[in-house]
T-cell receptor, first 113, second 112 residues
């Protein structure tokens, strides 16, 4: 596609439920990132994929968060037993190689009630 | 731990004014630095990418400079327009890391 696509754009879920957020990177981009942005803050790193493997997952806050990229393209961020503190905008980005720009999607606004 | 600071947090200017946004980082061992724009409720739009070996990059009315040794970057916007109103974010990628570390942004308002 022309840009990074994230679905859904908005997600409201009840505390304790499971959610999946999807990211379609720019075609051909091997590097994919997930970030989380709270109101008034800059994005915070969650996880980085190079191809199919999670090369750096040091930003995942706890074991309720997990992400996959099984075929090296689309990625899914999975959050189990959601808590109200998980409410934020989840951003996905992709990059062609280490010397090029990172391009971000429009984000998924997650609200846990 | 790398920390990125953006000053000012908010800026309001009349249309047509030239302006400078500042970004500072604590660890000078960066791989590159990227400036983004974020409109309310939207994702990030990449504006400029500066590699660590470069001093500046230009795109249209935007010019970004990098002084790696002093841990500073500036984004210069010439002849500002109301459409430039947005939050501007600076992010650095450290050498040996794939993470982008962001500042909190500068919220710019350009008044007609």
């Amino acid at each position: 596609g022309a840009g990074v696509s994230q679905t859904p754009s908005n997600k409201v879920t009840e505390k304790g439920k499971y959610v999946e957020l999807r990211c379609d990177p720019i075609s051909g981009h091997t590097a994919l990132y997930w970030y989380r942005q709270s109101l008034g803050q800059g994005p915070e790193f969650l996880i980085y994929f190079q191809g199919t493997g999670a090369a750096d997952d040091s930003g995942l806050p706890n074991d309720r968060f997990f992400a996959v990229r099984p075929e090296g393209s689309v990625s899914t961020l999975k959050i189990q037993r959601t808590e109200r503190g998980d409410s934020a905008v989840y951003l996905c980005a992709s990059r062609l190689n280490r010397d090029t720009e990172a391009f971000f999607g429009q984000g998924t606004r997650l609200t846990v009630v | 731990k790398q920390e990125v600071t953006q000053i000012p947090a908010a800026l309001s200017v009349p249309e047509g004014e030239n302006l400078v946004l500042n970004c500072s980082f604590t660890d000078s061992a960066i791989y590159n630095l990227q400036w983004f724009r974020q409109d309310p409720g939207k994702g990030l739009t990449s504006l400029l990418l500066i590699q660590s070996s470069q001093r500046e990059q230009t795109s249209g009315r935007l010019n970004a400079s990098l002084d790696k040794s002093s841990g500073r970057s500036t984004l210069y916007i010439a002849a500002s327009q109301p459409g430039d109103s947005a939050t501007y974010l600076c992010a650095v990628r450290e050498g040996g890391s794939e993470k982008l570390v962001f500042g909190k942004g500068t919220k710019l308002t350009v008044n007609p």
